[in-house]
Structures are given as structure tokens and as C-alpha cells.
């Protein structure tokens, strides 16, 4: 299958290279010209505009776009619907605001443009491990799109079957599901942000508490100097609580017991904040997932071990660098980020 893909950065550049492992032809477009031809020298096709890369597509089209939310995104799609005709799809493979997906998706309607919004998980191991896809939009056009998200999907790999599954979505057990109509993907991915700030938060708040097991407060004879990249690894091997930011957690550990080359300041990309507010709304209580995102805030003004922890697993999976910033900044606008 033919695609467009908007955006090469630390996921758009090797979403583009899974598919093309996989057989799909590619046409990419980026600010960063030369984003655009190591792609081209990857095998794909490089445009030098988005005037360019429609002419490149044949009809009826598909374009994804990696890019992250706020106007860089709005932008696009407002100048991609000028220039796609009846048919053609837009994807945001970013991490949209839901309410934005519906509201997008009504206004593309209008010029019989389909929108499909894909919450995508996998940062920058995504080449190598696949991607996990919470898809929204209108099911032919989901259907017709299916040949790409199988391509970037993980797959059955080694995880072990879930009993009792017979008869439901087989595409589920390889890593992507249509969740509903517009702006369903989104929120889906919206929650998942939000349960992994609290997983994230409660490794960053334990391992703390491990660290000043040491403490010279406490009595001599309560007094434990852990090895905390030894915890790390023992817990990764058939506990309860192992998982993929445990072993991002342990491999920090391993190369830099003391995380000295972590300050603690941690960002929030938007979906936090936008967990939240759902939760406001659906009058739901989220104890533990609103005190994850404050803490991300207070990390800003004052950082502990915690939070340093807390910005090891974020560079694991996503490649994230801690900014500088100074002892006190206002949060930024979430939609203005993408994580």
C-alpha cells in the first residue's frame, strides 16, 4: 500500500521505515530537509512540500501525520484539505486532543475527506518492538487502512494468550484496535498516558523510598544500603510487578546507579492534564493518577530521586531529554506538546 507520512522525527522517520520493512511504498515530507533524505536513502520517496507530496500519491490517498499537537498539526490538516480531493484519508498519528479529532472529522466531512486519529504507543523502540495503535474513525475506512496498521502493529510475538478470547477482534492480540468513532483513539490513548504516569510515579516513589533506607535519621540497627540497579534486575525476573518501564528502570539503574546524569525536572506532554479533566467530567474519582501529574509539576520547582527516576524511564522509552529549566516556570499549554 501506498502512504504519506508527514513528520520524521523520533517516531514519524521509523514509522515510515517499518512500513517500508514491510512492503508498503513511502512518500515523506518534513521541515527538516534533511530528515527528509535520509529517508530517501532509506527507500523512500522525498518531497520537498506537501504540494509535492499529494502529487506523489495516488489516489485515493492516505497521508499520516506524525506531528506534535497544537497548530503544527491544525496547520497541516488545513492545508492537506485544500489540496486532497474526495476520498483521501488524513491520519493523526499524534497526541491529539480527542475533542479536536471530532471537531476535525465533522469540518473534513464536508469536503468528503475521511479523518482517522491513531494513538500510537512505542516511542523510539517502535522500529524493533512494533507499535500498539488505538484507533478512531469510521470503520470501511479503518478497514481499508488495515494492511498499514498490521504492518506497524507488534504482532502475537512471545506474549502469552489471553483465555477466553474466542470469538472477539483478532487484530487486538496483535497490537492495534478500532475503538470507535472519531476522537475514540485518542481518548484511549489519552487514559493509557495517564495510567502510565501513575505506574511510572508509583517505581519513581518506591525506589525512593529505597534509596533513603540509608538515612542517618534512622536508627542505626534500620539502616539499609540497597543496591538499587541489583532490586531492579531481581524484580524484572518473575515478580508481580515487572513490566517494560521496570526494565527501563533497571537498565538506568545499571549505568548510572545514582541517575547523576538526571536533574529530576519532568515534562508533561498534555494527556495528564486531559486525563484529568475527563475524569472532572465523568465525575470519576483518579486519586492516583492526579497526584502523578502534580508531582510532574512540584518536579519543577524542587526535584528528589524520584524524579529522577521518573525522567530515566521517560528518556527509555521516548527518547526524552530533561530541559533546563529554571527553578520556577509556568506549565506550558499541553496542546501546544506531544510525548
Known amino acids: 500500500m501506498q502512504i504519506g507520512v508527514i513528520g520524521l522525527g ?3 522517520g521509523n514509522i515510515e521505515r517499518r512500513l517500508m ?23 523512500a520517496i522525498g518531497a520537498k512540500g506537501l504540494d509535492t507530496l499529494v502529487d506523489h500519491l495516488r489516489a485515493p490517498r492516505a497521508v499520516w501525520l506524525m506531528l506534535p499537537a497544537g497548530k503544527i498539526t491544525e496547520d497541516t490538516i488545513v492545508h492537506l484539505a485544500r489540496l486532497l480531493a474526495a476520498d483521501d484519508i488524513i491520519i493523526d498519528g499524534g497526541n491529539t486532543f480527542w475533542k479536536d479529532d471530532i ?3 465533522k469540518t473534513l466531512k464536508g469536503r468528503s475527506i475521511h479523518y482517522v486519529d491513531v494513538g500510537t504507543s512505542g516511542g523510539v523502540w517502535g522500529l524493533q518492538r512494533g507499535y500498539c495503535m488505538m484507533i478512531g474513525g469510521p470503520k470501511a475506512v479503518v478497514d481499508r487502512l488495515d494492511p498499514i ?16 478470547r474466542d470469538g472477539r477482534d483478532p487484530r487486538v492480540e496483535l497490537g492495534y484496535l478500532h475503538c470507535g468513532p472519531s476522537g475514540a483513539g485518542h481518548f484511549v490513548k ?16 518506591g525506589f525512593d523510598i529505597l534509596k533513603n533506607a540509608n538515612s542517618q535519621a534512622l536508627p542505626d540497627d534500620a539502616r539499609f544500603d540497597f543496591e538499587l540497579a541489583d532490586i531492579a534486575e531481581v524484580w524484572r525476573r518473575g515478580s508481580v510487578i515487572s513490566s517494560w518501564l521496570l526494565d527501563l528502570t533497571a537498565s538506568a539503574l545499571a549505568a548510572d546507579p545514582k541517575l547523576d546524569g538526571f536533574e529530576g525536572v519532568v515534562e508533561d506532554s498534555g494527556e495528564g492534564r486531559w486525563t484529568v479533566m475527563a475524569a472532572i467530567d465523568e465525575s470519576v474519582p483518579a486519586d492516583v493518577l492526579s497526584a502523578a501529574l502534580y508531582t510532574r509539576f512540584r518536579s519543577r520547582r524542587d526535584h528528589t530521586f524520584a ?4 525522567s530515566a524511564m521517560r528518556k527509555g522509552f521516548g527518547a526524552h531529554v530533561e530541559p533546563h529549566l529554571a527553578p520556577h516556570v509556568e506549565p506550558k499549554d499541553p496542546k501546544a506538546k506531544t510525548s
Open 10 to 12: 523520533r517516531m514519524g
Open 21 to 43: 520493512q514491510n512492503g508498503h511504498e513511502a512518500v515523506v515530507y518534513d521541515h527538516d530537509p534533511n530528515a527528509v533524505a535520509v529517508l530517501g536513502r532509506d527507500g
Open 103 to 105: 471537531r476535525r472529522a
Open 149 to 164: 496498521f498490521k504492518a506497524l502493529a507488534p504482532g502475537l510475538g512471545n506474549v502469552p494468550r489471553t483465555l477466553g
Open 190 to 205: 489519552m487514559i493509557h498516558n495517564g495510567i502510565e504516569y501513575g505506574l511510572m510515579q508509583a517505581f519513581a516513589e
Open 307 to 310: 524524579e529522577k527516576i521518573l
